[in-house]
């Protein structure tokens, strides 16, 4: 049976979507002062909740306060003040989706710049080619950081429940902290968490069982997973199967499937074709993994959202035709916020956005996402989105923002284990 993109959809646990788009997550980098939400963020919400989407995935919330996939990130953990999350939750609900938090660790892909830790599975750092010497050198996580990382993960469902959230979302793709156990070219454990396929997903699996262990039943608990991660010898379509069927019985709500990391970014259609000839015919169809989820969904015990190249219409409805329960967009929303609202009343509109001509797939991947980015920081001043932006110009001042974001985050991250160190000295 084939349902309309705006038929609601109920979930395992009961929690219904009103329709089946779903902005899928973008870290937005706009973190106010102490790494929280604030004025920018709660704007761009509004404008995305008015814009017609049945779910609202944010831009992944940081676990950890020393783990940060970026310097403007925002953190959730016990020590956060909870007002900015209350208010962003608020904003968020404006127009009657459902707002979920994405929750993340980025493991060994961080920056050597970035001051904290850059903890991974094993030692090996993240390889972009000429650019790998920007990334960290990866510590290998001993069991009583893979045991603080799942209690952590917990908190910060917790908080995002207490707040105000209806789910929160575990960010095990794209090559981030989850995806690292998971793939067998970044996790070389031979422990517990390393070897075979159940012992690279037990992090996830423990995460979200003590997750689900925490939470109201009626909370959702989600989890982002790659179809594949386009490198030869890694993470495969087979096993995002298995891992399905694992996550199945302990009560997950929704698989949203991408693909890729920073060494072969797929996600913004990337992929690097050396290693992956599949690319440039998913990429020709639009939506990139729409064909690794056809192989998916007929077996899969959960709903399966797809997010990936979507912009029109037709495309958009040829995911859900498929079996796909909720269909993601990312870049579209950043162009056009209220796309839902225009195709439910009938416009024919899309997104479509200059090509960008970088060699490197790495930078090119960066460059994209600093465009769409640029576009963020826009509506969350209550601008209009800038088609004509270009990528390049984006970059440049991404990496000035950094510096800047970077300076601001390393005082309060300081500041933080200064004020730790003083409360835990005997009195
Ligand atoms: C600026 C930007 C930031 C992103 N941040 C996240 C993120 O925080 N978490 C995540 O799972 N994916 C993130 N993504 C990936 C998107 O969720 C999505 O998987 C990808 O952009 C492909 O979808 P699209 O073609 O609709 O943009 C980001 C993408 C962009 C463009």
Do not use: C
């Not at 395992?12 to 899928?24: E, T, V």
């Not at 973008?26 to 963020?41: C, F, K, S």
């Not at 009560?251 to 970014?265: A, F, I, K, N, T």
């Not at 576009?375 to 510096?403: K, N, V, Y």
């Amino acid at each position: 049976m084939t349902h309309d993109l705006f038929e609601p959809l109920t979930l395992p646990n009961g929690q219904i979507l009103p329709n089946r788009i779903a902005k899928a997550a973008m870290e937005e980098n706009m973190a106010a002062t102490g790494q929280l939400p604030g004025r920018h963020l709660d704007t761009l919400y509004r404008t995305w909740a008015l814009g017609g989407a049945g779910l609202l995935i944010t831009g992944n919330v940081m676990v950890h306060d020393a783990a940060m996939t970026g310097p403007a990130g925002v953190v959730l953990d016990e020590r956060s003040p909870l007002d900015p999350f209350r208010d962003w939750a608020i904003a968020a609900h404006s127009g009657g989706g459902r707002v979920w938090m994405q929750i993340n660790h980025p493991g060994r892909q961080v920056k050597a710049n970035m001051p904290g830790v850059a903890w991974g599975p094993s030692t090996n750092r993240v390889n972009t080619g000429r650019t790998s010497a920007l990334f960290a050198e990866a510590h290998a996580m001993t069991a009583e950081h893979i045991a603080d990382t799942v209690r952590r993960f917990v908190t910060t469902a917790v908080l995002a429940q207490e707040t105000g959230f209806d789910g929160v979302e575990v960010h095990a793709a794209h090559g981030y902290l989850l995806s690292q156990f998971l793939s067998p070219l970044t996790n070389l454990r031979t422990d517990d968490w390393g070897g075979s396929l159940h012992n690279r997903s037990r992090l996830l699996l423990d995460i979200v069982r003590g997750i689900r262990a925490s939470v109201r039943p009626d909370f959702a608990v989600a989890v982002k997973l790659n179809s594949a991660d386009f490198q030869r010898g890694g993470f495969d379509s087979g096993d995002a199967a298995q891992v399905i069927s694992w996550l199945a019985p302990l009560g997950v709500d929704l698989v949203e499937l991408s693909g890729g990391s920073y060494e072969s970014p797929a996600m913004t259609g990337n992929a690097d074709e050396a290693t992956d000839r599949r690319s440039a015919r998913t990429a020709a169809r639009e939506a990139y993994f729409l064909e690794l989820a056809t192989q998916l969904v007929d077996d899969s015990p959960l709903p399966l959202m797809v997010t990936g190249g979507v912009k029109r219409l037709p495309v958009a409805q040829e995911v859900i035709d498929s079996g796909v329960a909720v269909v993601g967009m990312a870049t579209a929303l950043a162009y056009r916020p209220d796309l839902p609202s225009r195709w439910r009343s009938g416009a024919a509109d899309d997104v479509t956005l200059p090509d960008i001509r970088i060699r490197d797939r790495a930078v090119a991947s960066a460059a994209s996402m600093s465009r769409v980015r640029h576009q963020l920081r826009r509506l969350g001043r209550g601008a209009t989105p800038s088609p004509r932006t270009s990528a390049l110009l984006a970059f440049g001042a991404d990496q000035i923002r950094e510096i800047l974001s970077r300076r601001r985050y390393r005082r309060w991250l300081e500041h933080r284990s200064v004020e730790n160190q003083s409360s835990s000295l005997p009195d």
